[in-house]
């Protein structure tokens, strides 16, 4: 069964910094599409980046150029695989719930919801003016 555990939200500035990380385990032998999206309480969710296996991405345009999304393979500790989302230039926008979601159509790279079979619980980004 596939698990992801988020880490590394918390409270910021406008303007700093933050690298969000999801720890995947339980997809050995498998390939799958990886992303992370957030969400506002009152609001819908929404796709921030997305990468496939061949470590192809892409970004909503409202974090083109400041949010980077990338993969590491390993083993440590029965962990597949560690998901970053670097954030730079944070804005108070940007302040949401942060999930990170995996889907076996590892061919399809897609900031649409439904195409992940698989969440995590979430990480809190605040980002103050």
Not at 18 to 25: D, G
Not at 59 to 88: C, E, H, P, W
């Amino acid at each position: 069964q596939v698990q992801l555990v988020e880490s590394g939200g918390g409270s910021v500035q406008s303007g700093w910094s933050l690298r969000l990380s999801c720890a995947v385990t339980g997809t050995a032998g498998h390939s799958y599409s990886m992303a992370w999206f957030r969400q506002v309480p009152g609001k819908e969710r929404e796709g921030v980046a997305a990468i496939d296996s061949r470590a192809t991405t892409i970004y909503a345009d409202s974090v083109k150029g400041r949010f980077t999304i990338s993969q590491d393979i390993g083993t440590l500790d029965n962990v597949q695989s560690t998901l970053y989302l670097q954030m730079n230039s944070l804005k108070p926008e940007d302040t949401a719930m942060y999930y990170c979601a995996a889907s076996p159509r590892w061919w399809a790279l897609t900031l649409w919801g439904e195409n992940y079979d698989f969440w995590g619980q979430g990480t809190q980004v605040t980002v103050s003016s």
